[in-house]
């Protein structure tokens, strides 16, 4: 058996923010396994907690979701950072797939640099479908110069900006015009609206078996390309409030700092706190 640790993430509280699943000395486990063990914990995300391949790191590390493995995400950065600090201000380095990820820890607080900077990709974005696809009227799609776009930074997401925070709380995928907009290769939409001096946001991803996302690291990394797209920063830092999980009654806080120089992007962080809810050991499953 290996022991594990739940911890919410994006959060102070216990029982908000986005659950995690930490499970450590995973390097005796097969892909298999670890696919088996996120199955069975079935939260947006499981990172198992490995030695480093460089002795200079922290700690190797690979995150699944409940179907597939992932290169990056940030809600499993922030959790795993502040689980392996233990209480203590240190900076951490974190062996993804998508690379070495260096985590500073501070007063209870972890703040990473994305490892990528987001790109636009092209694509199918087209507003009217995209509104039948989250069941909301045209009108409530890409208001102010906001268009909906897909971009990439690791992860992939449909980026759709929406007319305000009662049509943020009224939208639900609906199939088949959810399949159309968020096509094979996007993890999934990611929607988000101003909201008290910052931006209110969901995320849905069913099809890679996350109903909705109370919190999500990667794609609030991302959004600094839409929002520097659509003239929102301005030339230095801009930091940036992110509120998610509101409508899932999982309220997540995410610190977004994003950094413009000569009108292009050169650095992107992400910050968060989390609380540890639980801890256990968990059988090592029997697959091939």
């Given at each position: 058996m290996l022991g594990f640790q739940i911890w919410d993430v994006f959060t102070e509280r216990a029982f908000s923010g986005?659950?995690?699943?930490?499970?450590?000395?995973?390097?005796?486990?097969?892909t298999a396994q670890m696919q088996a063990m996120a199955?069975?914990?079935?939260?947006?995300?499981?990172?198992?907690?490995m030695a480093p391949r460089d002795r200079a790191h922290t700690a190797r590390v690979r995150i699944f979701t409940p179907t597939a493995e992932i290169p990056f995400a940030g809600h499993p950065t922030i959790g795993c950072a502040l689980h392996l600090s233990k209480g203590r201000d240190m900076r951490i380095v974190l062996e993804e797939k998508a690379g070495p990820v260096p985590v500073q820890v501070r007063d209870g607080q972890a703040d990473f640099i994305a490892p990528r900077?987001?790109?636009m990709l092209t694509g199918r974005a087209e507003p009217g479908l995209i509104?039948?696809?989250?069941?909301?009227?045209?009108?409530?799609?890409?208001?102010?110069g906001h268009q909906p776009g897909i971009w990439q930074g690791g992860p992939a997401f449909l980026f759709v900006p929406i007319r305000d925070p009662a049509s943020l709380a009224a939208a639900r995928p609906v199939e088949p015009c959810w399949s159309q907009a968020v096509v094979p290769g996007i993890v999934g939409a990611y929607l988000y609206t101003p909201d008290r001096g910052g931006y209110r946001a969901r995320m849905f991803a069913p099809t890679a078996g996350i109903p909705e996302d109370p919190a999500t690291g990667s794609a609030s990394a991302i959004l600094a390309g839409p929002l520097l797209a659509s003239g929102v920063l301005s030339r230095g830092e801009n930091r940036i409030a992110l509120r998610q999980g509101i409508e899932m009654g999982r309220p997540s806080r995410i610190g977004l700092t994003a950094i413009v120089r000569d009108g292009a992007l050169t650095e992107i962080r992400i910050s968060g706190r989390a609380a540890k809810v639980a801890e256990g050991r968990i059988t090592i499953p029997e697959v091939e």
């Open positions: 986005n659950p995690l699943a930490v499970v450590s000395d995973a390097d005796i486990l097969t199955r069975q914990f079935n939260l947006s995300e499981t990172i198992f907690v900077l987001p790109v509104a039948r696809a989250l069941d909301l009227p045209a009108d409530a799609i890409g208001p102010d």
